[in-house]
């Protein structure tokens, strides 16, 4: 259907019907993992959007360019792929940072640019936590959490996924304290999200550091919780992650 529009846009020299058709097939293209083929599109969306005046640093603009630096990352083009998640970083801090009016449309465009700067940090965190740069994808998964309690609240799924993360990586830095701290907050606030099916991974992470600092008890109450929430939300995943923190402990409390 959108090949049948773009050839009808084409034939009515519609530049703007083109553009918008373009940006669909290239958001599809990039959803379903063809990212060469969303590359070229995104790539040919903001050349025509530019040439109509559209700047470097509009939220459309920055949209893509995250996208693209995703399909780098993908590609493993990891240097172009960096150089595209700090660009978004740095137009979008400098959106966030300006003051705006109390329009409507400006309020809007300032929530818009709040959530497109939590998406940036948070995919930019998982980029450089995957190059093994723990520091750095602390700071910015710290940065994503803070943003995204401002624009979501704390309750909710997004602030759950960070403070996840964060425990993680903090426990992957040796600070078992803090990853404690962040785990125990992202329980209190899911307890509030009944159907939030992937949150049986805080209970087992949770229960896996209380499991290396050898605290027994509170290991098996936490897998165990993470066991049931799994089993109920039947996330196959989150039961084997339970199951293989409850064997440990069953080994490790054998006499």
């Not at 530049?15 to 373009?22: A, L, M, R, S």
């Not at 790539?43 to 996208?67: A, F």
């Not at 818009?112 to 998406?119: E, R, S, Y």
Request: charged share 30%; net charge negative.
């Amino acid at each position: 259907m959108l090949h049948i529009a773009l050839k009808i846009a084409q034939e009515q020299q519609n530049e703007d019907g083109i553009t918008y058709i373009y940006d669909l097939l290239a958001n599809l293209a990039f959803a379903q993992g063809e990212f060469g083929k969303a590359e070229k599109l995104f790539v040919n969306v903001m050349q025509r959007l530019m040439s109509k005046g559209v700047t470097e640093d509009d939220l459309k603009i920055n949209h893509m360019s995250l996208k693209l630096a995703k399909i780098y990352e993908e590609k493993n083009e990891f240097e172009k792929a960096e150089e595209g998640y700090k660009f978004c970083v740095k137009s979008l801090q400098k959106k966030v940072e300006v003051v705006g009016g109390d329009s409507e449309a400006v309020k809007e465009e300032e929530e818009a640019a709040l959530v497109l700067w939590a998406m940036t940090l948070d995919w930019y965190a998982r980029f450089l936590l995957d190059r093994k740069r723990m520091d750095e994808a602390l700071t910015n998964f710290q940065l994503a959490y803070d943003t995204c309690t401002r624009v979501n609240g704390e309750v909710h799924e997004q602030t759950v996924v960070l403070l996840n993360d964060l425990g993680t990586i903090s426990f992957l830095l040796g600070d078992e304290d803090a990853a404690v701290t962040y785990l125990t907050r992202a329980i209190e606030i899911g307890k509030h999200l009944p159907n939030m099916e992937d949150f049986s991974s805080v209970y087992v992470n949770l229960g896996n550091i209380y499991l290396q600092k050898k605290m027994y008890a509170e290991a098996k109450k936490h897998c165990r919780e993470g066991w049931q929430n799994a089993t109920r939300h039947n996330n196959k995943e989150g039961i084997n992650e339970a199951n293989e923190c409850l064997k440990q402990l069953t080994k490790i409390m054998s006499p």
